[in-house]
């Protein structure tokens, strides 16, 4: 949406995508959770050779995590469905974002370079502040902070438009 509408991403080889997302990549699966089941296509065929398979669980794939992403990616590239199997559930799997040091350039408010009227707040809004890396707390205080910010804005607009 941002690159549509003119607007830029900053330091995209930045963007830490984790590959056990769900929950429509609200949430990730991670440790202990990943060890207790399997990694399976829509007809319930293993996803990932014998090597990942020990690696996942023995929870200790993280020496592989490039290889996961990328059969991850490819799996939804070609439009197929990935899902998590344990005892307890069934449930779908997307690549989804879990950090970046990088992210969509805004001004100082957070509103979107080239975009009016569409904000970036918390840790997709790139200003600077990471310096390349990643800041402990940051995108919990940030998102906070941005989200204020936006809401005084929007409220001024918005006041604006009917005194």
Same mark, same amino acid.
């Given at each position: 949406m941002v690159a549509k509408n003119g607007g830029e991403i900053i330091n995209i080889n930045e963007i830490f995508i984790h590959p056990f997302g769900y929950s429509e990549g609200r949430r990730i699966l991670i440790g202990k959770?990943?060890?207790? #089941?399997?990694?399976?296509? !829509? @007809?319930?065929? &293993?996803?990932?050779?014998?090597?990942?398979?020990?690696?996942? @669980? &023995?929870? &200790?794939?993280?020496?592989?995590?490039? !290889?996961?992403?990328?059969?991850?990616?490819y799996y939804?590239?070609? #439009?197929?469905?990935?899902?998590?199997?344990? !005892? &307890?559930?069934k449930i779908k799997i997307v690549p989804t974002v879990h950090y970046t040091a990088g992210g969509i350039k805004s001004d100082y408010l957070g509103e979107v370079e080239n975009c009016g009227n569409l904000y970036a707040i918390g840790e997709c809004r790139y200003d600077g502040n990471k310096n390349g890396g990643r800041l402990p707390g940051y995108a919990l205080t940030s998102a906070i902070v941005d989200g204020k910010v936006l809401s005084n804005i929007l409220e001024n607009k918005l006041n604006s438009q009917y005194l």
């Open positions: 959770d990943v060890s207790q #089941g399997k990694f399976v296509d !829509k @007809k319930g065929k &293993n996803i990932f050779d014998e090597f990942i398979e020990s690696k996942l @669980k &023995n929870d &200790n794939y993280h020496n592989v995590f490039d !290889k996961l992403v990328s059969k991850m990616m939804n590239f070609i #439009g197929e469905e990935i899902y998590f199997i344990d !005892k &307890n559930r």
